[in-house]
């Protein structure tokens, strides 16, 4: 756990960590022995790997540059967002969460780094169904960028009914903040 939590430094989220751990793994030019010491399936990188390079080729064949800003954490959300913009959900006021287009409670899986932030709005890969629905590698998102980036899915309306809530007192900060 304590490996994992490393690559959460700063609650950046489940996405950006992952990215973190790639580029972690890259940097010792994919080492076996970098997963080993991390607690990190040495099969799951290599697939990564493979993935990534499908993609690389894919860009060069239809002529789109590679830029890349690991800096940049709002535009690689973003990004994330403009992929998974289905899968969101918004804090509640008891703490749970609710999805967004098809009301659910829903709740942060404990494995992720932001199960204790409590962010308000986050979009999740998946959602597990274990005594409760758990969505697991979760991210913050703005909600302003669901209607940016999908306005045949989401209206203005439909955010600002799930900004205008009250938010329950305690732990929930944004991502990022001390």
């Known amino acids: 756990d304590n490996a994992h939590k490393a690559f959460h430094m700063g609650n950046v989220g489940d996405h950006i960590a992952l990215l973190n751990v790639y580029n972690a793994w890259a940097e010792t030019n994919f080492s076996a022995q970098f997963c080993f010491e991390n607690f990190v399936q040495v099969k799951s990188m290599k697939r990564a790997r493979d993935i990534r390079d499908q993609i690389v080729g894919l860009m060069d064949r239809c002529e789109v540059e590679l830029r890349s800003n690991v800096g940049d954490l709002d535009s690689i959300r973003k990004a994330i967002t403009s992929g998974f913009f289905y899968h969101t ?4 006021r008891n703490g749970s969460y609710k999805t967004v287009k098809s009301p659910q409670t829903v709740h942060i899986h404990p494995s992720s780094g932001l199960f204790e932030i409590m962010p308000r709005w986050v979009l999740y890969h998946e959602l597990v169904l274990t005594s409760k629905p758990m969505m697991r590698v979760v991210t913050e998102i703005k909600p302003e960028w669901l209607v940016e980036l999908a306005p045949h899915y989401y209206s203005q309306k439909e955010i600002q009914s799930g900004l205008t809530k009250k938010m329950p007192k305690g732990p929930a900060k ?3 903040a001390p």
Do not use: F, N
């Open 89 to 92: 959900s918004s804090l509640q």
């Open 174 to 176: 944004t991502a990022g």
